[in-house]
């Protein structure tokens, strides 16, 4: 069993598509498909389903390509390791943020520790707060950006609070409320909002603010995109409540203080084990001590 063909293996898993595949790892897809067909022989079974319009896993494949990404991950862990020995950071960062944080500037934060490791390849995964904190704990990401209720303290990561805000009213120009100086959850309440999925820390924010207070409100859009949000809330049809920080960088609508506002936390989280060489150097870059953070109950 060789690196190589784990690396294949995951390739077409993740792209379902032999020849893309094949693209992918700058071979010709014969030369690939003898690679897996090896495998499946020395391992005793068939690794994928292939028919001339779909490629998936058997049970056999599910089981081996978990184990397949963590001997890639690790070995790619060791090289930068060996790297980082050597005083150079290379290897993988993977980065995942929400939309609307407001503590960190993420363009201008990868831009400069690229400029500092350009041998580090950097991913980044934009989703909501509990989606990137599975992917820090499974080893998919090396750090996450969070925005979450401030009595939330995510389990198996290491975290560091970054700010603490509200949220504002956001409308469109035309609407009523644009003539307010501020407003109240209780006035809101009378409002069609938009927001994000229920279950998500996102949604979760204005909710629990809601309910608190003794109201309800009623959210007949929902949407998983920022950027459909705020279209939205332009065309008048909708209101919403977003980060105050966020919201004021926002053009075509209008931003309202709100007096009882939902309050949140954005946080940063990452492996509870030793980061590895390019988190470490992210990590250090934004000013996290990590063995202090490590200490802390």
Not at 28 to 42: F, N
Not at 118 to 129: C, H
Request: proline share 5%.
């Amino acid at each position: 069993m060789e690196l190589q063909q784990m690396r294949y293996v995951v390739a077409v898993a993740d792209l379902r598509n032999f020849t893309r595949a094949a693209k992918k790892c700058l071979v010709v897809q014969s030369a690939l498909s003898h690679q897996i067909a090896r495998l499946e022989k020395e391992l005793g079974a068939r690794l994928f389903d292939r028919s001339s319009r779909h490629v998936r896993l058997t049970a056999a494949g599910e089981a081996f390509l978990p184990a397949a990404r963590q001997a890639l991950d690790a070995a790619e862990r060791a090289r930068a390791e060996v790297a980082a020995a050597a005083g150079e950071v290379s290897g993988r960062l993977a980065v995942g943020a929400i939309p609307t944080l407001g503590a960190v500037d993420i363009p201008a934060a990868l831009r400069e520790f690229h400029l500092h490791h350009p041998k580090v390849r950097i991913d980044l995964k934009e989703g909501p707060s509990k989606e990137l904190v599975q992917g820090v704990q499974d080893g998919t990401l090396d750090v996450a950006f969070l925005g979450v209720l401030p009595s939330y303290r995510p389990k198996g990561v290491s975290d560091h609070e970054l700010a603490r805000g509200e949220l504002a009213a956001v409308v469109a120009p035309t609407h009523p409320l644009a003539r307010e100086a501020d407003v109240d959850l209780e006035r809101l309440a009378a409002e069609t909002f938009v927001d994000y999925p229920e279950g998500t820390a996102a949604r979760a924010q204005s909710e629990e603010a809601f309910e608190a207070s003794g109201l309800t409100r009623v959210v007949a859009f929902e949407v998983s995109g920022t950027d459909f949000i705020v279209r939205l809330v332009r065309s008048g049809l909708v209101v919403a409540l977003l980060p105050a920080a966020f919201a004021a960088e926002l053009a075509g609508v209008t931003v309202l203080p709100v007096r009882d506002a939902p309050a949140r936390t954005e946080r940063l989280v990452w492996s509870r084990f030793r980061p590895t060489p390019a988190a470490a150097a992210f990590l250090a870059g934004l000013g996290i001590d990590t063995e202090a953070a490590a200490d802390r109950p």
